[in-house]
């Protein structure tokens, strides 16, 4: 707990679930191959829209589910788990990856994606992926979806989708993938985890499956395939060792 803050933490998972996740994905195994075996333990889970619901004025609560999830609780707590001994180092871990400094209060959320990646970045948890004579394309951005915030400028950085062969031998898995939107108001549209499988890449996510209202976290397509569809840009950062 920060000095000076408290905080309530709502814990919306069985007493058993840390447990039973923990030791499907062990401690000593390395990070990668933590964040595989956990993908997919929590594969075809709930997905949940808006799952930090809270709004500016009201008590901000530190939600954790591992049950349920949108796109980037299902990023954030895998990351945060797949690095952890234990659950309450999985607790702060995942804290700390969502608040600027770890303080639970809904302006120090990380609300947009690029603030979550350049945060956890400048905090030593990621790093943009490194490929020589590559760097990242930059996209100016002003975002203004969140009205509570006001409009904030963004450098959105990431490689367009004809790049990944390129990307692909650096590639590992655990890296973080965000696709880049297109809209001038909003930098990222969707996230999720790489896997490595031989020579494919593929995607843990949670999206929305074709003509179901539910969406579940699962396992998809070779990256590649994926960027074609979304017709979009991506970035890939991999958490600092």
Same mark, same amino acid.
């Given at each position: 707990?920060?000095?000076?803050?408290?905080?309530?933490?709502?814990?919306?998972?069985?007493?058993?679930r840390f447990r039973r996740l923990s030791e499907a994905a062990p401690a000593d195994l390395p990070y990668g191959e933590r964040v595989e075996r956990l993908c997919e333990a929590l594969s075809g889970s709930p997905y949940r829209a808006n799952p930090l619901d809270s709004a500016p004025g009201d008590p901000e609560a530190f939600s954790v589910s591992l049950t349920a999830f949108d796109c980037v609780t299902f990023v954030e707590e895998i990351t945060a788990m797949a690095a952890a001994d234990s659950e309450?180092?999985?607790?702060?871990?995942?804290?700390?990856?969502?608040?600027?400094?770890?303080r639970v209060d809904y302006f120090r959320r990380?609300?947009?994606?690029?603030?979550?990646? @350049?945060?956890?970045?400048?905090?030593?948890?990621?790093?943009?992926?490194d490929v020589p004579n590559l760097p990242p394309r930059v996209w100016p951005r002003t975002l203004s979806v969140?009205?509570?915030?006001?409009?904030?400028?963004?450098?959105?950085?990431g490689w367009p989708k004809?790049?990944?062969?390129?990307?692909?031998?650096?590639?590992?898995?655990?890296?973080?993938?965000a696709f880049v939107s297109t809209r001038r108001d909003l930098d990222y549209f969707h996230t999720g985890l790489l896997i490595v499988r031989g020579s494919h890449v593929l995607l843990a996510h949670a999206a929305r499956e074709r003509r179901m209202r539910r969406r579940r976290p699962s396992i998809g397509r070779r990256t590649r395939r994926s960027c074609r569809r979304c017709?979009?840009?991506?970035?890939? @950062?991999?958490r600092a060792s």
């Open positions: 707990m920060s000095k000076g803050q408290t905080w309530i933490t709502r814990r919306e998972y069985p007493p058993d309450e180092d999985f607790l702060t871990r995942l804290r700390r990856l969502r608040y600027e400094d770890g990380r609300h947009y994606f690029s603030q979550w990646l @350049s945060g956890n970045e400048a905090e030593g948890r990621m790093a943009l992926l969140l009205t509570a915030l006001g409009p904030q400028s963004e450098s959105v950085r004809a790049a990944f062969p390129r990307l692909r031998p650096r590639v590992r898995s655990g890296d973080v993938a017709r979009d840009r991506c970035r890939r @950062s991999r």
